[in-house]
């Protein structure tokens, strides 16, 4: 009989740990037990990504649709190369479509945000989006506000936003 | 001179001290997990009734520190929080917290002083009262009877725990964020399902609490198997048990972490 309960004990123990852990999957970290982690590869070449890191999330219209995997500088043109994969079911992305660099509020995390192009033709695995706009950085912003150049050469300073 | 040779002398001499324990540690657990099975009563049944006393027994005192633990970082994140506005963090704050660090760690810590120091003053006392040279005389090998299934009662229970402990403490902070300071429960729990990942957070903390838990339970099977068989000398190693293992827990943390999260 002591034993019994010793061992009862033991077995509610073992659920209330596992049922802890599904918990902690379910609950607290979001994973779904049936999304479809199929995805494609895209790539777009900014001037400047700013503070964009790997992980970062790609949205299109507020839904997030895919996420950053790698950032690289391409040594030919001196442009920062960002590496996405987008979701499989997201199969109908214009190849005018736009991607910028946003922020989520004033100091949230930085991350790219596609809008869409009125093309019928649709993006495959391995291209690369060719309309892209860089990061705003706060520090150019501040020294052109400083020099009062704001307005005035928006053509020369084309590149840091 | 020759004093100044005593010294090193004696620092030599506790190297290799440091080095002998750590070969007999590694030579035992090896000799208790893997060793040539002889007859030793049936071990599921004996591991079940280790895993009652060093698993279930310390259910009390880690939930009621998991949730005390959730409910502090709740408030001190929602008072730091609140001023730049951005309260609904609190939800992520407190979760990536717990389910990265604090969780496994104090888990750990916990674990070490109510599981491990009784691990280790149970075993030295079988010691010194020769239950151990007993269990030989008849045939039965002490490390796969005593040892082994109190090796992997503490190796199973560790992770559970420390998920229990997690868990335990989200629902804490969100007790505190949500019912009392009334964050919004939609974006409390919306920012933490965003920002923590489950193979990046969840399963590198249980990763570590896997990792704790085999260095407390290996620790404190050892210092009792090594004890001095006097009263002293369990006295000691239970001492020894619980400042090694605390130790152990916080150095090895800082490691994993760096190899888990260094490189984001």
Not at chain 1, 126 to 131: F, H, L, P, S
């Given at each position: 009989m002591r034993m019994r309960t010793v061992e009862i004990s033991v077995g509610a123990f073992l659920l209330a740990g596992l049922f802890a852990l599904v918990l902690l999957a379910l609950r607290v970290s979001g994973l779904s037990v049936n999304a479809d982690n199929t995805t494609y590869r895209l790539y777009a070449e900014f001037d400047n990504v700013g503070s964009l890191t790997k992980r970062a999330k790609v949205a299109m219209g507020g839904v997030t649709i895919g996420r950053v995997v790698d950032i690289e500088l391409d040594?030919?043109?001196y442009m920062a190369r960002v590496i996405m994969d987008i979701e499989?079911?997201?199969?109908?992305?214009?190849?005018d479509s736009s991607a910028a660099i946003l922020?989520?509020?004033?100091l949230g995390e930085k991350f790219i945000g596609i809008s869409i192009g009125g093309s019928r033709d649709f993006f495959k695995d391995?291209?690369?989006?060719?309309?892209t706009q860089s990061a705003i950085v706060l520090e150019d912003l501040i020294g052109k506000f400083l020099l009062g150049s704001v307005g005035k050469d928006d053509e020369e300073s084309n590149d840091s936003f | 001179m020759s004093r100044l040779l005593d010294h090193v002398a004696t620092l030599g001499r506790s190297g290799l001290e440091v080095l002998q324990a750590m070969g007999r540690a590694t030579i035992m657990l090896g000799m208790a997990l893997f060793g040539r099975s002889s007859s030793h009563g049936s071990m599921p049944s004996l591991v079940v009734k280790q895993i009652y006393a060093v698993g279930v027994l310390s259910l009390i005192i880690i939930t009621v520190s998991g949730v005390f633990i959730g409910m502090v970082l709740g408030l001190q994140g929602y008072n730091i929080l609140v001023r730049y506005g951005t309260e609904q963090s609190v939800g992520q704050m407190v979760a990536l917290s717990l389910v990265r660090e604090l969780g496994p760690v104090v888990t750990a810590l916990l674990f070490a002083g109510r599981a491990g120091s009784a691990l280790t003053a149970e075993i030295g006392l079988m010691k010194a009262t020769e239950q151990l040279s007993s269990l030989e005389m008849i045939g039965v090998d002490p490390l796969k009877r005593i040892i082994a299934p109190r090796f992997w009662a503490g190796f199973i229970s560790m992770p559970l725990l420390a998920c229990i402990f997690s868990m335990v403490g989200i629902f804490g902070g969100s007790m505190v964020?949500?019912?009392?300071?009334?964050?919004?429960e939609g974006s409390f729990w919306g920012n933490m399902q965003q920002s923590v990942?489950?193979?990046?957070?969840v399963v590198d903390g249980l990763i570590k609490s896997v990792m704790f838990g085999f260095v407390v339970t290996w620790i404190a099977v050892f210092q009792g198997y090594d004890a001095v068989p006097t009263s002293e000398g369990i006295s000691r190693a239970t001492t020894r048990t619980v400042v090694y293992a605390s130790l152990a827990v916080l150095g090895l943390d800082f490691i994993l972490t760096a190899v888990m999260f260094g490189d984001l």
């Open positions: 040594k030919k043109t499989t079911n997201v199969d109908n992305i214009p190849v922020t989520a509020g004033l391995g291209e690369t989006i060719d309309d | 964020g949500v019912d009392w300071l009334g964050i919004y990942d489950f193979w990046n957070d």
